[in-house]
């Protein structure tokens, strides 16, 4: 049985890895390949997307899932790349400008992390709020980057209605 070590890095390291992962797979593949690993997250499997070597030459496997039971309607590639594409442009803005990212997690489980750093997107006159989330730990020597579409209503502000928030990041 393989040990499982740990290995300490910034919060501003771990998201310039992610969003340059998430870029390669969808923005930077061709096309069909990255409908094919769309397709297959949003079927909701587990995709293993790299392995990455880390400064003291240890090796991480990065793996991806997406959870879209919050998006409003049937989540098709466009909308998806389009939310990806502001989420990342988000992310890679935050920790380039050295803003302090909030992370929120799971209670009682230090290994599962929200960034709150959204991408906004409106289809069909409906908002989609994407998020970043991660998971560490656990029986797998894996990070598992998960992409979650959050409820958009809770967004808005008392009094608003049925209107898209402006500005979320």
């Known amino acids: 049985m393989a040990s499982i070590q740990t290995q300490d890095m910034s919060r501003e390291q771990f998201l310039t890895i992610a969003v340059n992962l998430l870029h390669r797979a969808f923005m930077q593949e061709k096309r069909t390949r990255a409908k094919r690993l769309f397709r297959d997250v949003a079927e909701g499997k587990r995709v293993a997307l790299t392995n990455v070597e880390m400064e ?12 879209h039971s919050e998006y409003a309607g ?21 920790v380039q400008e050295k803003r302090e990212i909030n ?44 992409l979650m ?19 979320v990041s």
């Open 56 to 67: 003291d030459k240890s090796t991480v496997r990065f793996d991806l899932s997406l959870d």
């Open 74 to 94: 049937a989540l098709n590639f466009a909308a998806f790349r389009n939310s990806l594409t502001v989420l990342l442009q988000n992310l890679a803005n935050a």
């Open 103 to 146: 992370t929120y997690g799971a209670e009682g489980n230090e290994g599962n992390m929200i960034f709150g750093v959204t991408g906004v997107t409106v289809e069909r006159d409906t908002p989609a709020v994407m998020v970043l989330s991660a998971a560490t730990g656990g029986r797998d020597a894996a990070v598992l980057l998960r």
């Open 149 to 167: 579409y959050l409820d958009h209503q809770q967004f808005q502000q008392p009094g608003e209605g049925g209107q898209a928030p402006t500005s």
